[in-house]
Protein backbone atom coordinates (compact mmCIF):
# COMPACT_ATOMS: atom_id res chain seq x y z
CA UNK A 1 0.00 0.00 0.00
CA UNK A 2 0.61 3.59 -0.60
CA UNK A 3 -0.12 6.54 1.32
CA UNK A 4 -0.19 10.35 0.13
CA UNK A 5 -0.43 13.52 1.78
CA UNK A 6 -0.20 16.55 0.51
CA UNK A 7 0.56 19.78 2.14
CA UNK A 8 1.75 23.69 1.85
CA UNK A 9 -1.65 25.18 0.26
CA UNK A 10 -2.32 29.00 1.64
CA UNK A 11 -3.76 31.89 0.67
CA UNK A 12 -1.56 33.74 -1.71
CA UNK A 13 -2.22 37.27 -3.42
CA UNK A 14 -2.22 37.39 -7.22
CA UNK A 15 1.02 36.88 -8.97
CA UNK A 16 2.81 35.24 -5.93
CA UNK A 17 3.72 31.62 -5.18
CA UNK A 18 3.79 28.74 -3.36
CA UNK A 19 5.13 25.55 -3.00
CA UNK A 20 3.36 22.43 -2.61
CA UNK A 21 4.51 18.76 -1.41
CA UNK A 22 3.12 15.25 -1.34
CA UNK A 23 4.93 12.81 0.41
CA UNK A 24 4.03 9.02 -0.24
CA UNK A 25 4.96 6.48 2.14
CA UNK A 26 5.02 2.59 2.95
CA UNK A 27 5.74 0.65 -0.77
CA UNK A 28 7.71 3.58 -2.06
CA UNK A 29 9.15 1.28 -4.39
CA UNK A 30 6.37 0.57 -6.54
CA UNK A 31 5.46 4.33 -7.08
CA UNK A 32 6.00 4.39 -11.10
CA UNK A 33 5.11 8.74 -10.63
CA UNK A 34 3.38 11.33 -8.76
CA UNK A 35 0.39 13.46 -10.74
CA UNK A 36 -0.62 16.43 -9.60
CA UNK A 37 -4.52 17.38 -9.85
CA UNK A 38 -7.08 20.09 -8.49
CA UNK A 39 -10.17 20.63 -8.49
CA UNK A 40 -12.29 23.85 -8.29
CA UNK A 41 -16.07 24.09 -7.15
CA UNK A 42 -18.09 23.52 -9.65
CA UNK A 43 -15.33 21.81 -11.87
CA UNK A 44 -14.42 18.48 -12.64
CA UNK A 45 -10.84 17.31 -11.53
CA UNK A 46 -8.50 18.95 -13.60
CA UNK A 47 -4.67 16.96 -14.41
CA UNK A 48 -2.14 19.68 -13.76
CA UNK A 49 1.60 17.78 -13.51
CA UNK A 50 3.18 14.96 -13.56
CA UNK A 51 6.58 13.44 -13.08
CA UNK A 52 7.94 9.73 -13.21
CA UNK A 53 10.06 7.77 -11.75
CA UNK A 54 12.36 8.02 -14.61
CA UNK A 55 12.04 11.78 -15.06
CA UNK A 56 9.42 12.40 -17.53
CA UNK A 57 7.51 15.66 -16.83
CA UNK A 58 4.31 17.14 -17.88
CA UNK A 59 1.58 19.71 -17.68
CA UNK A 60 -1.32 20.94 -18.40
CA UNK A 61 -1.23 23.97 -20.92
CA UNK A 62 -2.73 26.19 -18.66
CA UNK A 63 -0.05 26.14 -16.24
CA UNK A 64 2.98 25.31 -18.59
CA UNK A 65 6.19 27.92 -17.84
CA UNK A 66 4.53 28.88 -14.50
CA UNK A 67 4.75 25.16 -12.40
CA UNK A 68 7.86 23.38 -11.81
CA UNK A 69 7.30 19.84 -10.34
CA UNK A 70 10.35 18.45 -9.28
CA UNK A 71 11.57 15.27 -6.82
CA UNK A 72 14.00 14.93 -3.78
CA UNK A 73 15.72 11.92 -4.41
CA UNK A 74 17.67 12.24 -0.95
CA UNK A 75 15.33 10.86 0.95
CA UNK A 76 14.74 6.58 0.92
CA UNK A 77 12.04 6.17 3.01
CA UNK A 78 9.52 9.00 1.63
CA UNK A 79 8.85 9.53 -2.00
CA UNK A 80 8.69 13.26 -1.46
CA UNK A 81 7.82 15.57 -5.18
CA UNK A 82 6.87 19.22 -5.01
CA UNK A 83 4.81 21.46 -7.04
CA UNK A 84 6.70 24.78 -7.13
CA UNK A 85 3.88 27.42 -8.41
CA UNK A 86 4.63 30.90 -9.42
CA UNK A 87 2.78 33.67 -10.95
CA UNK A 88 -0.12 32.60 -9.56
CA UNK A 89 -3.94 33.77 -11.08
CA UNK A 90 -7.43 33.54 -9.32
CA UNK A 91 -7.94 30.96 -12.15
CA UNK A 92 -5.42 28.63 -9.81
CA UNK A 93 -7.47 28.36 -7.02
CA UNK A 94 -8.63 24.68 -6.14
CA UNK A 95 -8.17 21.76 -3.88
CA UNK A 96 -4.98 20.42 -5.41
CA UNK A 97 -4.50 16.93 -4.97
CA UNK A 98 -1.74 14.21 -5.29
CA UNK A 99 -2.08 10.87 -7.48
CA UNK A 100 0.85 8.11 -6.84
CA UNK A 101 0.47 5.87 -9.61
CA UNK A 102 1.93 2.82 -9.04
CA UNK A 103 2.92 -0.05 -11.08
CA UNK A 104 -0.05 -2.27 -9.63
CA UNK A 105 -2.61 -0.01 -10.55
CA UNK A 106 -4.46 -2.22 -7.48
CA UNK A 107 -2.41 0.53 -5.23
CA UNK A 108 -2.55 3.73 -6.80
CA UNK A 109 -3.76 6.01 -4.13
CA UNK A 110 -4.91 9.81 -4.14
CA UNK A 111 -4.35 12.17 -1.50
CA UNK A 112 -6.65 14.43 0.78
CA UNK A 113 -5.94 17.19 -0.88
CA UNK A 114 -4.60 20.80 0.17
CA UNK A 115 -6.63 24.54 -0.79
CA UNK A 116 -4.69 26.85 -2.54
CA UNK A 117 -6.57 30.19 -2.77
CA UNK A 118 -5.15 33.20 -4.90
CA UNK A 119 -6.93 36.14 -3.66
CA UNK A 120 -6.05 39.63 -3.11
Known amino acids: QVQVVESGGNLVQPGGSLRLACAAS????????IKWYRQAPGNQREFVAELTRNGRRDYAESVKGRFTISRDTANNTVYLVYLQMNSLRPSDTAVYYC???????????WGQGTQVTVSS
Open 26 to 33: GNIFGIYG
Open 99 to 109: YADTYDRSYSS
